[in-house]
């Protein structure tokens, strides 16, 4: 268990109230399942089959669980319904466990490269500026010097809206008028970090998806543009999904995927939704980490997401 998960061993009344409709939904779903019956037959796995897929884990991931639990009872011969569900948080634990790092991650914590360059992805309506603004809150916090680029010049209000959030945490935000070129709001970003000597760099990027030939074009140019001030940037791409939009987050994911290298996830709005598995589905089916989820609108509410801690909380 990572540092962070043993923090969280206790109780993290944040993440348990984020995760509380999903929790809700899951298990009342479970519970009908498994009613009246002693053992793990194939009749209970079907129904559980059914739960976990419209729990929003997804077909591949939910089919890479049935097989784990098959596989057990297969070896230990007679399971019973009382132990299904410690045998099912010990394979949910094992799937998010293979995506994390080995090193848990730390808003205080030093970065390789200075300054450490995040480019933020992710289509309009997810809560991309917003988790923008609550990671700048957070790694100012921990004493990091962060700078904000405004780079979705495409859509009504996001440049305002990333002006609230950088006035609200104090940061420095590089903008021009609606309309500009994203490439040359990066580079004006890049340069501005270097001369302040900030510690991290969150860019805002447009988040269309209707041609993805032309998103595709515009975040390489994009990315082109910063590496020729700061070698390697962005160090990061972080891909921002909605929870609650469930099989749609699939689909996003896809996209900008194949749209460029993406490196992280943010998955917001869990708190308002009952579709938490997505978090278990996005992550085993793409191979990339969840780094955040948001469990409400608090400026702290966007948590730094530990396997450990979620399953623990989801279980519990």
Partial sequence: MSILGKLFSGEDPQLNKGLEATKKSFFSKLGTAIAGRSEVDVAVLDDLEEVLI???????TTLKIIDAIEARVAKDKYLGTQELKAILQEEIQAILAAQETETAFSFSQNFPDKPHVIMV?????????TTIGKLSHQFTQAGKKVVLGAADTFRAGAIDQLQVWADRSNVALVRQEMGSDPASVAFDTIQSAVSQNADVVLIDTAGRLHNKVNLMNELTKVKRVMDKIVPNAPHE??????????????????QFTAATEVSALAITKLDGTAKGGVVMGISDQFNIPVKFIGVGEGI??????????FVHSFFN
Avoid: H, M, W, Y
């Fill in 54 to 60: 419209t729990a929003d884990v997804g077909v591949p």
């Fill in 300 to 309: 702290e509410d966007l948590k730094i997401f530990d396997s450990s801690a």
């Fill in 121 to 129: 992805v992710g289509v309009n309506g997810v809560g991309k500026t």
């Fill in 237 to 254: 791409v972080l891909l921002v999904l909605d929870g609650s939009t469930g099989q749609n987050a699939f689909e996003q994911a896809k």
